[in-house]
């Protein structure tokens, strides 16, 4: 007997070839994001509101529903469409310029109004398609095109942790930060993304789910080289796991 | 024929509440045309406020008038004020109690002297001294005929019936003041 | 006969809007209509709508967007230096095809100008609400009545063209009090048809292989030929173009005015005519499109002076005026700005000034 253990997600558009860069993991991403609605049998209630730039890019990718939410406004525009719409599944997905920089005060007031939608956060510390520039959470000493001599924080100021910027707040839901460069991690974002997908399901609330990925591109390394620095010095300063869980069985 | 009113006081003196209750109660008791225009300062506290109303047979044009018919002062600062707004032949109406009659260094308007804080302290309602006052000017006026107001103010105050009986008294006690003020 | 009820005008705009089947409405704090934000707050759960009040004007129109992406009717309001913060949700709702209404309650100007009435937005609303040099319908209420009858159609306007559309008021209008019959409320049948009419490119999930793309531009290419099908809509707004002619028959001398400003004109044109100076009026009811055509096509050997009456300095709508009259007669202004209003004296001082110096 022949038994499927593997097939492709219909939240992908059949027959596309990825076009992001070698080592980047937004289209690991897109994968699970698309699993998981499958899983809840939910991929024709999907909504997903994405940034711009290398988010913007997986308009190209995506079986359902989409709007592109101007730089930084996604968590507004997705409170406008679940408030409108409140049995559809919406998340909004972000880089780390789009909502730590230009979107704080659309994250965090949407959050803080637990707004009960679900932020897909890809955090790569870089600006991707606009050429490498300086993000806010961009590490101390790392080069960017508008810090050539690297980040430096007495005039750059310090990486910002979105996921404890918001661990500040009461209503937000659940916060977990996890990465996709091993299975394991891949596994756990699977997790992480369903877990959040079914506390919206559940009426619960605002959730984050913050993906520490590479960028090898703009960090001007191989994906292996990316792979390592994305444990060695990523990890450390934006360390994984669940940084709050309401609805952890305690 | 449109008619200008400007009411100014103190934030606190019901001036708003009396342009409103005026204004209103023409929209729903006649035909007339009626307009009300609020104005604030930037204080929500202890600022002046005024507003104005204007009442027309004929499509109303600003809401606002710097050569108003009519002029109501609650108190000096809006006296020194808006005194070169009235026109001549106005009628300015003042709150005798705290403005100073002698203040009124004009002699081509008519001058209507009604001493509301005073009347709504002895009456023991000090917060009628705007539904005094209304009923001085629509006496003076004509305005609108007393019914109006009257039923505007058993509208107004639906909800809260207790209300209606001595704001309607104040309200005739005004008329009394200005009806001796017009025969003067 | 609908029932008389005197109104401010804020307040009448949010009843009429959730009378037209607003059903969503985002808004940010700012004087002078606070009171549009204030009764949508109470009217919305009264009928089983949304309020939100955004965190700044740019969450407020990006929840506008989001919103009416659903095929919800939806509206936000702010006014003058809030409005600039909107240019980019209103030029990404005109990229993506979004019908929204918005309104403006203007204010003195520019920066953070005055809270009292102006009209200093004429340009940026008629001309250039956001980048990429796109159109709006925007309506210019002139009377309480107005704001109510124009804030009712900019939905069916909106939905009609999928696009955003502008109520352009101000000050005066959004806080003085007039009497005002109300339109019928859209019933929840009506209400969903609409929303059902929309499913098609509404962003709120769909089966495989139907899915929604609602795109302000981006990657994937193809906008030259979205804007020039946009431009194919703009070119039917010929019939859009809406503007009052008052006592314009035999007059001599015009007056030109939208908003708070025409009603003033209309009254200094009565006064005119009393005083036996054949005036009248032209006011767009639409400022875009503007009715360029009421002035190009006047009687020159008549009409000896154009009285543009606007509560903007420097004039803003003279430009418009200008360009359809090119340099046929005189046009004179009456002008008000930064918070200080317009009256009936001033513009009748000026209208006599005009007429002593042209007839």
Redesign the interface.
Known sequence: MEKQVYKKTLGVLPNTVSGFCPGCMHSTVHKLIGEVAEDLGYLDKLVRVEGVGCCGLGQLYVSHDSTIAAHGRGCAVATGIKRCTPESLVYTYQGDGDLASIGMAETILAANRGENFTVIFVNNCIYGMTGGQMAPTTLIGMKSTTTPKGRNPEEHGYPIHMCEVLNQLTAPYYLERVSCDTPQHVIATRKAIKKAFQYQLEGKGFSMVEIVTSCPTNWGLTPIAALDFLRDKMFAEFPLGVIRDKGAVK | MERNLMIAGFGGQGVMTMG?LL??AT??STDL???????YG?AMRGGTANCYVVISD??????????LDDLVVMNGPSLRKFLPNLKPGGNLFINSTIVDRAEVKRDDIRVIEAPVTQMALDIKNERALNVLMLGVYVAVTDAVPEDVIIKGIEHKFEAKPHLIAPNVDAFKMGIEVGLKEKAK | MSERVFMKGCEAIAEAATRAGCRFFAGYPITPQNEIPEYFARRMPEVGGVFVQGESEVASVNMLYGAASTGTRAMSSSSSCGISLYSEGVSYMNAARIPAVYVNVQRGGPGIGAIQPAQQDYLQATKASGNGGFRMLVLAPATVQECVDMTYRAFDLAAKYQNPVLVLTDGVMGTMMEPVELPPMKSDEELAELKAAYHYRAVVGHPLGEAVFCRPGGIGGGWEEINKETVKMYETWDSEVEYEEFMMDDAEIVLAAYGISARISRYVVKALRKEGIKAGMIRPIKVSPFPYEAFDKLDFDRVKGILNVEMSIPAQMKWDIEYAVHGRCPIAESLRSGGELLTNDQVLAAARALAKEVL
């Open positions: 409103k204004a209103e929209s729903e045309q009626v307009s009300f225009f609020p104005s930037a004929d499509e109303i044009g600003a809401p606002v008038s710097n050569n």
